[in-house]
């Protein structure tokens, strides 16, 4: 698969991807395609940011999340076929436009940053409960929640992780 051609519409990069998300209330179908490739990114962002620790449990909790996100991102690559808006698969890294310049780390391996960062993860529920309210799509609506409960999941390992380290 070649890389995914990004919509000249569309936020240009992860950073513009994620700032964009959080002001969206009433999903289109091209707000659910920056979000699969935001989730598949994240996988990646995950990984990197476990590249900050040598602590072998830590390291695991932040894989957990990162293996999640792109189960998130087939979640929602699901709920854009259910609505008509077509094929929109989940890229791998390579073909991720988000990762062109390879990703970053979300933030360093601390306990504070693990901890600012989980507020990300909680919010990341109540955007997709928004989501999900504002869609007239039983089973899509479904598959959103599921995603929103996960992210409570990965707010709540940040924490766990920030605690780890401090012991
Ligand atoms: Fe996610
Ligand atoms: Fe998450």
Redesign the pocket.
Same mark, same amino acid.
């Given at each position: 698969m070649a890389t995914v051609a990004l919509d000249p519409a569309l936020p240009q990069t992860i950073r513009e991807a994620f700032a964009h998300i959080g002001t969206v209330s009433a999903p289109t179908i091209a707000d659910f395609k920056v979000m699969v490739l935001v #989730?598949a990114a994240?996988e990646t962002l995950y990984r990197r940011t476990a590249e900050g620790t040598d602590h072998a449990g830590v390291i695991e909790l932040l894989h957990a999340n990162g293996r999640e #996100?792109m189960l998130?991102a087939r979640r929602v690559s699901d709920v854009i076929g259910l609505l008509g808006g077509g094929d929109f698969p989940a890229p791998a890294a390579p073909d991720n436009p988000y990762l062109a310049n390879g990703g970053f780390p979300f933030s360093p391996v601390t306990p504070d940053a693990l901890r600012k960062l989980s507020v990300g993860e909680f919010d990341?529920e109540a955007l997709y409960e928004r989501w999900a309210a504002t869609i007239d799509h039983p089973a899509a609506a479904d598959l959103l929640r599921a995603?929103g409960r996960e992210?409570v999941d990965h707010g709540n390992r940040l924490l766990q992780a920030a605690a780890l380290l401090e012991a």
């Open positions: #989730e994240s #996100e998130h990341g995603n992210e």
